[in-house]
Nanobody, 118 residues
């Protein structure tokens, strides 16, 4: 059974940086896509960034130039480096891993809280 676990959230002042980490364990099969969504209080969950096993990346417009996603292929691990954080970046950040063979489907973590103070 695939388990997705995030870490690295916390409280930071506006303009600061945080690095989120996520690992999908429980399988030797590489995920097709891994990435991050976030959800602010009272708002819908939205895509932040994702990376495929072809190293294609996709970023939401509101994080372009500030956030960078990277991945360690052999470990089903993905990182999100977040710089120049803004109060509107506050929310719960959820990691996901998509498998197209083996444990097929989308697998989600429990989320890690990011709070940016003004």
């Amino acid at each position: 059974q695939v388990q997705v676990v995030e870490s690295g959230g916390g409280l930071v002042q506006a303009g600061g940086s945080l690095r989120l980490s996520c690992s999908a364990s429980g399988t030797l099969i590489g995920a097709k896509t891994m990435g991050w969504y976030r959800q602010a209080p009272g708002k819908q969950r939205e895509l932040v960034a994702r990376v495929t096993n072809d190293d294609d990346t996709d970023y939401a417009d509101f994080v372009k130039g500030r956030f960078t996603i990277s991945r360690v292929w052999t470990k089903n691990t993905v990182y999100l480096q977040m710089n120049s954080l803004k109060p509107e970046d506050t929310g719960a950040y959820y990691c996901f891993a998509v498998f197209i063979v083996g444990p097929k489907g989308d697998h989600w973590g429990q989320g890690t809280q990011v709070t940016v103070s003004s």
